[in-house]
Protein backbone atom coordinates (compact mmCIF):
# COMPACT_ATOMS: atom_id res chain seq x y z
CA UNK A 1 0.00 0.00 0.00
CA UNK A 2 1.52 3.28 -1.29
CA UNK A 3 2.47 5.96 1.44
CA UNK A 4 0.60 8.97 1.64
CA UNK A 5 2.43 12.45 1.23
CA UNK A 6 2.19 13.66 5.19
CA UNK A 7 3.48 10.26 5.87
CA UNK A 8 6.63 10.89 3.64
CA UNK A 9 7.08 14.96 4.72
CA UNK A 10 7.60 13.41 8.18
CA UNK A 11 10.19 11.05 7.01
CA UNK A 12 11.68 13.67 4.77
CA UNK A 13 11.31 16.48 8.12
CA UNK A 14 13.82 13.97 10.58
CA UNK A 15 15.48 16.21 13.36
CA UNK A 16 18.92 14.87 12.88
CA UNK A 17 18.23 11.26 11.25
CA UNK A 18 16.51 10.14 8.39
CA UNK A 19 15.29 6.56 8.64
CA UNK A 20 16.49 5.71 4.85
CA UNK A 21 15.62 1.97 5.55
CA UNK A 22 12.12 2.68 5.98
CA UNK A 23 11.97 5.61 2.92
CA UNK A 24 13.24 2.39 0.93
CA UNK A 25 10.58 0.03 2.49
CA UNK A 26 8.00 2.68 1.57
CA UNK A 27 8.95 2.84 -2.07
CA UNK A 28 8.62 0.32 -3.20
CA UNK A 29 5.08 0.60 -3.39
CA UNK A 30 5.63 3.74 -5.20
CA UNK A 31 6.71 7.42 -4.05
CA UNK A 32 4.18 10.61 -3.67
CA UNK A 33 5.20 12.77 -6.75
CA UNK A 34 5.99 15.92 -4.66
CA UNK A 35 8.58 14.34 -2.50
CA UNK A 36 9.69 11.76 -5.37
CA UNK A 37 13.08 13.35 -6.55
CA UNK A 38 14.26 13.96 -2.82
CA UNK A 39 13.77 10.16 -1.74
CA UNK A 40 15.51 9.05 -4.84
CA UNK A 41 18.69 10.84 -3.71
CA UNK A 42 18.20 9.22 -0.59
CA UNK A 43 17.98 5.97 -2.48
CA UNK A 44 21.19 6.74 -4.37
CA UNK A 45 23.15 7.93 -1.39
CA UNK A 46 23.13 11.48 -3.06
CA UNK A 47 21.43 13.21 0.14
CA UNK A 48 23.14 11.02 3.71
CA UNK A 49 20.81 10.71 6.47
CA UNK A 50 22.71 11.95 8.48
CA UNK A 51 21.46 15.28 8.58
CA UNK A 52 23.93 16.76 11.12
CA UNK A 53 26.04 16.97 8.14
CA UNK A 54 24.03 17.90 5.24
CA UNK A 55 24.99 21.67 4.61
CA UNK A 56 28.32 20.80 4.27
CA UNK A 57 27.60 17.70 2.22
CA UNK A 58 25.70 20.02 -0.41
CA UNK A 59 27.43 22.95 -0.76
CA UNK A 60 30.68 20.70 -1.49
CA UNK A 61 28.50 18.62 -3.95
CA UNK A 62 27.57 21.78 -5.45
CA UNK A 63 31.49 23.36 -5.53
CA UNK A 64 32.19 20.34 -7.35
CA UNK A 65 29.18 20.14 -9.82
CA UNK A 66 30.22 23.97 -10.77
CA UNK A 67 33.43 23.32 -10.89
CA UNK A 68 33.63 20.63 -13.92
CA UNK A 69 34.07 21.29 -17.11
CA UNK A 70 31.03 20.67 -19.23
CA UNK A 71 31.96 20.56 -23.25
CA UNK A 72 32.22 17.41 -25.34
CA UNK A 73 32.84 16.13 -28.85
CA UNK A 74 31.31 17.76 -31.20
CA UNK A 75 30.23 13.96 -32.24
CA UNK A 76 29.06 12.98 -29.26
CA UNK A 77 27.17 16.29 -28.66
CA UNK A 78 25.34 16.26 -32.13
CA UNK A 79 24.52 12.64 -31.73
CA UNK A 80 23.37 13.37 -28.18
CA UNK A 81 21.27 16.15 -29.05
CA UNK A 82 19.65 14.19 -31.78
CA UNK A 83 18.41 11.69 -29.37
CA UNK A 84 17.14 14.06 -27.00
CA UNK A 85 15.44 16.07 -29.52
CA UNK A 86 13.36 12.48 -30.45
CA UNK A 87 12.59 11.43 -27.08
CA UNK A 88 11.46 14.93 -26.02
CA UNK A 89 8.70 14.98 -29.21
CA UNK A 90 7.86 11.51 -28.45
CA UNK A 91 7.84 11.57 -24.58
CA UNK A 92 6.54 14.98 -24.45
CA UNK A 93 5.34 16.77 -27.31
CA UNK A 94 2.92 13.57 -28.63
CA UNK A 95 -0.90 14.35 -27.67
CA UNK A 96 -0.89 10.88 -26.00
CA UNK A 97 0.98 12.03 -23.11
CA UNK A 98 -0.57 15.14 -23.13
CA UNK A 99 -0.99 15.76 -19.37
CA UNK A 100 1.62 13.76 -17.98
CA UNK A 101 3.98 15.05 -15.91
CA UNK A 102 1.53 18.00 -14.88
CA UNK A 103 -0.95 14.49 -13.09
CA UNK A 104 2.75 13.25 -11.47
CA UNK A 105 3.51 16.18 -9.95
CA UNK A 106 0.22 17.81 -9.23
CA UNK A 107 -0.41 15.17 -6.31
CA UNK A 108 -2.82 16.67 -3.37
CA UNK A 109 -2.30 16.22 0.08
CA UNK A 110 -5.57 14.61 1.47
CA UNK A 111 -5.31 13.80 4.83
CA UNK A 112 -6.21 17.23 6.61
CA UNK A 113 -3.67 19.89 7.64
CA UNK A 114 -1.14 19.97 4.76
CA UNK A 115 1.16 22.14 6.55
CA UNK A 116 3.43 20.61 9.18
CA UNK A 117 4.98 22.03 12.36
CA UNK A 118 8.74 21.97 12.77
CA UNK A 119 11.56 23.50 14.37
CA UNK A 120 13.02 26.35 12.13
CA UNK A 121 15.42 25.10 9.51
CA UNK A 122 16.76 28.31 8.32
CA UNK A 123 20.58 27.21 7.87
CA UNK A 124 19.38 24.66 5.28
CA UNK A 125 17.05 26.88 4.01
CA UNK A 126 20.34 28.98 3.59
CA UNK A 127 22.27 26.16 2.42
CA UNK A 128 19.13 24.80 -0.23
CA UNK A 129 19.00 28.42 -1.79
CA UNK A 130 22.51 28.78 -2.30
CA UNK A 131 22.52 25.26 -4.63
CA UNK A 132 19.54 25.98 -6.49
CA UNK A 133 21.08 29.46 -7.76
CA UNK A 134 18.84 30.53 -10.66
CA UNK A 135 17.00 28.50 -12.38
CA UNK A 136 19.62 27.45 -14.59
CA UNK A 137 17.00 25.74 -17.37
CA UNK A 138 16.16 29.46 -18.80
CA UNK A 139 19.73 30.57 -19.10
CA UNK A 140 21.52 30.25 -22.16
CA UNK A 141 25.13 28.21 -21.62
CA UNK A 142 27.45 31.86 -21.59
CA UNK A 143 30.46 29.26 -22.65
CA UNK A 144 28.95 28.62 -25.53
CA UNK A 145 25.21 27.39 -26.69
CA UNK A 146 25.60 24.67 -29.33
CA UNK A 147 24.19 25.23 -32.75
CA UNK A 148 21.25 23.43 -32.11
CA UNK A 149 20.13 25.38 -29.25
CA UNK A 150 20.77 28.73 -31.17
CA UNK A 151 18.37 27.15 -34.09
CA UNK A 152 15.58 26.13 -31.47
CA UNK A 153 15.62 29.81 -29.71
CA UNK A 154 15.33 31.16 -32.95
CA UNK A 155 12.16 29.02 -33.35
CA UNK A 156 11.18 28.21 -30.76
CA UNK A 157 8.01 25.23 -30.12
CA UNK A 158 4.48 26.68 -29.52
CA UNK A 159 3.96 26.46 -25.43
CA UNK A 160 1.97 23.52 -24.64
CA UNK A 161 -1.39 23.41 -22.57
CA UNK A 162 -0.94 19.97 -20.65
CA UNK A 163 -3.57 20.51 -18.29
CA UNK A 164 -6.10 23.55 -17.90
CA UNK A 165 -7.76 22.64 -14.79
CA UNK A 166 -4.20 23.39 -13.26
CA UNK A 167 -4.45 27.00 -13.84
CA UNK A 168 -7.79 28.08 -13.99
CA UNK A 169 -9.24 26.51 -10.67
CA UNK A 170 -11.78 23.81 -12.54
CA UNK A 171 -12.84 20.62 -10.51
CA UNK A 172 -10.40 17.79 -10.97
CA UNK A 173 -11.80 13.73 -12.16
CA UNK A 174 -12.26 13.66 -7.93
CA UNK A 175 -14.23 16.82 -7.96
CA UNK A 176 -11.93 18.89 -5.87
CA UNK A 177 -10.02 22.10 -6.79
CA UNK A 178 -6.82 22.38 -8.63
CA UNK A 179 -3.78 23.24 -7.43
CA UNK A 180 -3.93 26.21 -8.83
CA UNK A 181 -7.53 27.53 -8.38
CA UNK A 182 -8.14 31.24 -7.37
CA UNK A 183 -7.43 30.82 -3.92
CA UNK A 184 -4.22 29.01 -4.28
CA UNK A 185 -4.45 27.98 -0.19
CA UNK A 186 -3.60 23.98 -1.17
CA UNK A 187 -0.85 25.12 -3.48
CA UNK A 188 0.64 27.24 -0.78
CA UNK A 189 0.29 24.69 1.89
CA UNK A 190 2.38 22.81 -0.98
CA UNK A 191 4.72 25.31 -1.07
CA UNK A 192 5.37 25.49 2.59
CA UNK A 193 6.18 21.37 2.78
CA UNK A 194 8.21 21.58 0.55
CA UNK A 195 10.31 24.82 1.62
CA UNK A 196 10.66 22.55 4.87
CA UNK A 197 12.04 19.65 3.37
CA UNK A 198 13.81 21.63 0.24
CA UNK A 199 17.74 20.60 -0.07
CA UNK A 200 19.30 20.33 -3.10
CA UNK A 201 15.77 20.50 -5.31
CA UNK A 202 12.69 22.74 -5.50
CA UNK A 203 9.62 22.05 -6.41
CA UNK A 204 9.34 19.24 -8.93
CA UNK A 205 8.14 20.62 -12.58
CA UNK A 206 4.54 20.98 -12.44
CA UNK A 207 4.78 20.83 -16.85
CA UNK A 208 6.80 19.07 -19.45
CA UNK A 209 10.19 20.69 -20.17
CA UNK A 210 10.42 23.02 -23.53
CA UNK A 211 12.24 21.40 -26.06
CA UNK A 212 14.65 24.22 -25.29
CA UNK A 213 14.86 23.38 -21.47
CA UNK A 214 15.39 20.12 -22.29
CA UNK A 215 17.88 20.38 -24.39
CA UNK A 216 19.57 22.62 -22.06
CA UNK A 217 19.84 20.60 -19.28
CA UNK A 218 20.47 17.73 -20.69
CA UNK A 219 24.00 19.25 -22.43
CA UNK A 220 24.86 20.68 -19.17
CA UNK A 221 24.42 17.50 -17.20
CA UNK A 222 25.84 14.81 -19.77
CA UNK A 223 28.52 17.48 -20.49
CA UNK A 224 29.63 17.59 -16.94
CA UNK A 225 28.93 13.90 -16.37
CA UNK A 226 31.49 12.97 -19.54
CA UNK A 227 33.87 15.35 -18.03
CA UNK A 228 33.63 13.77 -14.81
CA UNK A 229 34.30 10.20 -16.03
CA UNK A 230 37.15 11.28 -18.04
CA UNK A 231 38.46 12.97 -15.03
CA UNK A 232 38.10 10.08 -12.82
CA UNK A 233 39.93 7.72 -15.40
CA UNK A 234 42.90 10.07 -15.79
CA UNK A 235 43.09 9.94 -12.09
CA UNK A 236 42.94 6.23 -11.39
CA UNK A 237 44.63 3.17 -12.58
CA UNK A 238 43.16 1.25 -15.70
CA UNK A 239 41.31 -1.19 -13.19
CA UNK A 240 39.52 1.64 -11.29
CA UNK A 241 38.58 3.26 -14.49
CA UNK A 242 37.48 -0.72 -16.04
CA UNK A 243 34.60 -0.36 -13.23
CA UNK A 244 33.39 2.92 -13.79
CA UNK A 245 33.36 2.71 -17.28
CA UNK A 246 32.18 -0.49 -17.51
CA UNK A 247 31.63 -2.30 -20.86
CA UNK A 248 33.28 -1.16 -23.86
CA UNK A 249 30.28 -1.28 -25.58
CA UNK A 250 28.03 0.87 -23.77
CA UNK A 251 26.25 3.26 -25.94
CA UNK A 252 26.02 6.46 -24.63
CA UNK A 253 23.56 7.73 -26.46
CA UNK A 254 21.18 5.90 -23.85
CA UNK A 255 22.23 8.26 -21.21
CA UNK A 256 19.42 10.23 -22.61
CA UNK A 257 16.91 8.05 -21.79
CA UNK A 258 18.54 7.22 -18.49
CA UNK A 259 18.77 10.61 -17.41
CA UNK A 260 15.65 11.64 -18.80
CA UNK A 261 13.39 10.44 -15.38
CA UNK A 262 15.72 12.60 -13.34
CA UNK A 263 14.73 15.69 -14.88
CA UNK A 264 10.84 14.63 -14.37
CA UNK A 265 11.62 14.90 -10.78
CA UNK A 266 14.19 17.75 -10.48
CA UNK A 267 13.72 20.83 -10.88
CA UNK A 268 17.76 21.64 -10.95
CA UNK A 269 20.68 20.27 -13.34
CA UNK A 270 23.00 20.02 -9.99
CA UNK A 271 20.18 17.19 -8.77
CA UNK A 272 19.54 16.09 -11.95
CA UNK A 273 23.49 15.46 -12.47
CA UNK A 274 23.77 13.61 -8.91
CA UNK A 275 20.72 11.43 -8.89
CA UNK A 276 22.23 10.36 -12.85
CA UNK A 277 26.01 9.92 -12.06
CA UNK A 278 24.87 7.74 -8.70
CA UNK A 279 22.25 5.44 -10.92
CA UNK A 280 25.20 5.10 -13.53
CA UNK A 281 27.95 3.87 -10.87
CA UNK A 282 25.15 1.53 -9.69
CA UNK A 283 24.63 0.24 -13.07
CA UNK A 284 28.41 -0.49 -14.02
CA UNK A 285 28.33 -3.26 -11.15
CA UNK A 286 25.94 -4.66 -12.90
CA UNK A 287 27.04 -7.98 -14.83
CA UNK A 288 28.69 -7.50 -18.61
CA UNK A 289 26.24 -6.44 -21.19
CA UNK A 290 26.58 -10.55 -22.45
CA UNK A 291 26.09 -11.50 -19.23
CA UNK A 292 23.22 -9.66 -18.58
CA UNK A 293 21.72 -10.74 -21.87
CA UNK A 294 22.60 -14.38 -21.21
CA UNK A 295 21.41 -14.04 -17.66
CA UNK A 296 17.83 -12.82 -18.87
CA UNK A 297 17.37 -15.05 -22.10
CA UNK A 298 17.79 -17.98 -20.16
CA UNK A 299 14.88 -16.71 -17.73
CA UNK A 300 13.23 -15.99 -20.20
CA UNK A 301 12.92 -19.27 -22.29
CA UNK A 302 12.71 -21.36 -18.96
CA UNK A 303 9.83 -19.12 -17.03
CA UNK A 304 7.92 -19.01 -20.83
CA UNK A 305 8.73 -21.49 -22.98
CA UNK A 306 5.84 -21.43 -25.38
CA UNK A 307 6.22 -17.80 -25.84
CA UNK A 308 9.93 -18.29 -26.98
CA UNK A 309 9.44 -20.99 -28.90
CA UNK A 310 6.57 -18.66 -30.76
CA UNK A 311 9.78 -15.49 -30.88
CA UNK A 312 12.29 -18.27 -32.24
CA UNK A 313 9.44 -19.12 -35.02
CA UNK A 314 8.26 -16.40 -36.02
CA UNK A 315 11.68 -14.47 -36.31
CA UNK A 316 10.83 -12.02 -33.63
CA UNK A 317 14.32 -10.10 -32.65
CA UNK A 318 14.06 -10.00 -29.11
CA UNK A 319 17.83 -10.66 -28.51
CA UNK A 320 17.96 -7.00 -30.30
CA UNK A 321 15.10 -5.80 -27.86
CA UNK A 322 16.28 -7.56 -24.74
CA UNK A 323 19.40 -5.78 -25.40
CA UNK A 324 17.72 -2.40 -25.29
CA UNK A 325 15.54 -2.97 -22.43
CA UNK A 326 19.21 -4.37 -20.68
CA UNK A 327 20.95 -0.87 -21.18
CA UNK A 328 17.57 1.14 -20.48
CA UNK A 329 16.05 -0.29 -17.49
CA UNK A 330 12.92 0.12 -19.79
CA UNK A 331 13.26 4.07 -19.92
CA UNK A 332 13.19 4.30 -23.29
CA UNK A 333 10.00 1.86 -24.16
CA UNK A 334 7.86 2.64 -21.12
CA UNK A 335 5.54 5.59 -20.69
CA UNK A 336 7.64 8.14 -18.19
CA UNK A 337 4.54 7.87 -15.94
CA UNK A 338 5.54 4.10 -15.78
CA UNK A 339 9.34 4.49 -15.71
CA UNK A 340 8.55 6.60 -12.91
CA UNK A 341 6.85 4.10 -10.54
CA UNK A 342 9.13 1.53 -11.34
CA UNK A 343 12.15 2.96 -10.99
CA UNK A 344 10.69 3.73 -7.11
CA UNK A 345 11.04 -0.06 -6.97
CA UNK A 346 14.28 -0.08 -8.82
CA UNK A 347 16.03 2.36 -6.78
CA UNK A 348 14.36 1.17 -3.58
CA UNK A 349 15.80 -2.97 -4.49
CA UNK A 350 18.39 -4.62 -3.06
CA UNK A 351 19.23 -6.17 -6.12
CA UNK A 352 18.17 -3.83 -9.27
CA UNK A 353 19.42 -5.74 -12.11
CA UNK A 354 17.84 -9.73 -10.51
CA UNK A 355 14.43 -7.10 -10.33
CA UNK A 356 15.10 -5.83 -13.54
CA UNK A 357 15.23 -9.03 -15.79
CA UNK A 358 12.49 -10.58 -13.80
CA UNK A 359 9.97 -7.38 -14.14
CA UNK A 360 11.09 -7.84 -18.45
CA UNK A 361 9.90 -11.43 -18.32
CA UNK A 362 7.06 -10.28 -16.41
CA UNK A 363 6.50 -7.97 -19.23
CA UNK A 364 6.51 -10.58 -22.17
CA UNK A 365 4.04 -12.59 -19.43
CA UNK A 366 1.75 -9.64 -19.67
CA UNK A 367 1.71 -9.28 -23.64
CA UNK A 368 1.95 -12.62 -23.83
CA UNK A 369 -1.79 -13.08 -25.69
CA UNK A 370 -0.73 -9.70 -27.90
CA UNK A 371 2.49 -10.81 -29.01
CA UNK A 372 1.08 -14.06 -30.45
CA UNK A 373 -0.94 -12.14 -32.84
CA UNK A 374 1.84 -10.31 -34.25
CA UNK A 375 4.91 -11.11 -37.00
CA UNK A 376 8.31 -10.83 -36.17
CA UNK A 377 8.90 -6.98 -37.25
CA UNK A 378 5.63 -5.82 -35.20
CA UNK A 379 6.44 -7.53 -32.27
CA UNK A 380 9.47 -5.95 -32.19
CA UNK A 381 7.80 -2.59 -32.61
CA UNK A 382 5.85 -2.96 -29.75
CA UNK A 383 8.22 -4.15 -27.44
CA UNK A 384 10.41 -0.94 -28.20
CA UNK A 385 7.47 1.12 -27.63
CA UNK A 386 5.01 -0.69 -24.62
CA UNK A 387 1.68 0.58 -24.54
CA UNK A 388 0.87 1.92 -20.60
CA UNK A 389 0.91 -0.94 -18.04
CA UNK A 390 0.03 -1.69 -14.37
CA UNK A 391 3.17 -1.04 -12.96
CA UNK A 392 2.51 -3.05 -9.62
CA UNK A 393 0.83 -5.58 -11.24
CA UNK A 394 4.23 -6.39 -12.90
CA UNK A 395 6.34 -6.01 -10.30
CA UNK A 396 4.20 -8.60 -7.93
CA UNK A 397 3.99 -10.70 -10.83
CA UNK A 398 8.17 -10.45 -11.11
CA UNK A 399 7.84 -11.61 -7.30
CA UNK A 400 6.01 -14.13 -7.90
CA UNK A 401 8.44 -15.40 -10.97
CA UNK A 402 11.58 -14.86 -8.70
CA UNK A 403 9.96 -17.47 -6.38
CA UNK A 404 9.55 -20.11 -8.82
CA UNK A 405 12.07 -19.31 -11.23
CA UNK A 406 15.85 -18.88 -10.13
CA UNK A 407 17.87 -16.23 -11.97
CA UNK A 408 20.45 -17.58 -13.75
CA UNK A 409 24.05 -17.38 -12.92
CA UNK A 410 25.87 -14.35 -14.36
CA UNK A 411 28.84 -15.61 -17.13
CA UNK A 412 30.90 -13.12 -15.06
CA UNK A 413 30.82 -15.40 -12.01
CA UNK A 414 31.52 -18.67 -13.92
CA UNK A 415 35.03 -17.28 -15.44
Given at each position: ?12 N??Q???VD???E??RH???A ?5 V?L ?6 S?D?T???TS??S ?7 L ?10 S ?8 H????R??TYA?L ?7 K ?17 Q ?8 D???N ?17 P?S????S???G????D ?7 GE ?11 R ?6 L ?5 S????H??I???E????K??N ?10 EI??N ?6 C?D ?20 V??G????MK???I ?36 A????T ?11 V???W??Y ?7 A ?6 V ?5 C?E ?13 L ?15 A ?5 FP????V??E?
Amino acid sequence: MSTNLQDWVELLNAEQHVQVDKLREHARHGVAARVRGEVWLYLLEVLSEDKTTEITSLLSLNTTYQALPHEIPSELTASLMKIALCHHTKRFRNETYAGLISSLTAEKVRNGNSSIKGKDKQNQNQARSYLMGGDTRNNNNKNGVSPLLSSIEKNPPPSINLNSNLNGGTKDDDGEEGMNGEDGEEDDNLNTLRSQLSRILPPPPNSPPSRHAYISIIEEVLGKYYNSENLLGKNNDEITKNIYYGDECEDKNNWIYLVTPFICVLSRPVGVFLGFQKLMKRMKIFPSIPSRLASFLTLFRTSLPELHSYCEDEQVPYIQVAMSWMTTLLAKEMWLSDVLRLWDAYLASDDMFALHCYVCVAILSTCKETLEELDGSEAKLFLLDLPPLDVDRLLQDAANLRVSFPLPRPVDDEV
